[in-house]
């Protein structure tokens, strides 16, 4: 059953109207949002089996996507809950994981992200992507063949209504435009922190070593993640950032989030995909669990 996404001006701030009249503050939402998470995580062990949800072993490169569906993805797009796949914008075609606006009439902030089911910690993760066709009108000018990896995130479930992006690391991915250089895989911190070069590195973006893909190549980026010691983007093969240490932080929803959880330390979280206006295509999206 496919779920009704409101229109954008039906909500204030990102909060239901209803939930507003029952008196619940942001920190209330998220903790119960919290907990309803944690019951839940017992079920969705029990039906990895049947949503085809991949079992990585250590060590071993697994798939996250089948290349026929979306099964063990949930997504969740700006106005609307988690699941509504609005707009189709997440599709399978020719066994490659589309973000499509064709059935988009225009942008109107409809920012969304592709969740996998599982969190990870330690890991090595390998995606093929590419940017096609011309960017959605009323996409913002900074969005032009934009896209990213989201790791250590939050769950769709504890996202507001109106969030606009995950608390989360984003391995940001650009597209060459054909003037000049724009660089692949920078590190950008949606509701986070991290330590760069020994200290601690409030920027929202910091800019990788890598080249400048233009037109519609694929390219391969990989991120070794351990944990909260230590990260790595690579880009065909060629490290091009490395940080470490992850705190929540820089807005409200981050600070409660810490608060809910009981700190602002990042170990673990989930992955997703982006979808920000410019289409883009994914053919493979691998995994390998490492030892802690």
Not at 164 to 182: D, H, K, N
Request: aromatic share 10%.
């Amino acid at each position: 059953m496919r779920l009704t996404c409101p229109e954008i001006s039906e909500s204030i701030d990102g909060v239901r109207p209803d939930v507003g009249k029952r008196g619940f503050s942001e920190t209330s939402r998220i903790a119960l949002a919290f907990k309803w998470a944690m019951k839940t995580i017992t079920i969705m062990a029990a039906m990895v089996a049947m949503a085809g949800v991949a079992v990585a072993e250590e060590g071993k490169w697994e798939t996250l996507f089948n290349g026929k569906d979306l099964a063990g993805w949930t997504p969740k797009i700006r106005g609307c809950e988690a699941g509504d796949n609005f707009q189709n914008t997440f599709r399978v075609k020719d066994g490659i994981l589309k973000v499509d606006y064709s059935d988009y009439k225009v942008w109107d902030n409809r920012f969304g992200h592709l969740f996998y089911a599982k969190k990870y910690s330690h890991y090595r993760l390998r995606v093929e992507y590419r940017f096609v066709g011309e960017q959605l009108t009323g996409g913002p000018g900074w969005a032009l063949r934009n896209s990213g990896i989201m790791i250590h995130s939050e769950s769709p479930q504890m996202m507001e209504l109106g969030q606009e992006f995950p608390a989360s690391l984003e391995v940001q991915l650009l597209g060459g435009t054909g003037q000049g250089e724009r660089t692949t895989a920078n590190l950008c911190t949606p509701g986070t922190h991290v330590e760069y070069a020994g200290k601690l590195d409030t920027r929202h973006c910091i800019t990788a070593k890598s080249k400048t893909f233009n037109g519609e190549q694929w390219v391969t980026v990989e991120v070794e993640v351990h944990g909260h010691d230590l990260i790595k983007h690579f880009v065909n093969g060629e490290e091009v950032i490395t940080y470490g240490k992850p705190v929540l932080g820089g807005d409200a929803h981050a600070d409660t989030l810490a608060k809910v959880a009981g700190t602002k330390r990042i170990s673990e979280g989930y992955i997703c995909l982006q979808s920000e206006s410019h289409p883009v295509e994914f053919r493979k999206v691998e995994i390998q669990v490492l030892k802690p």
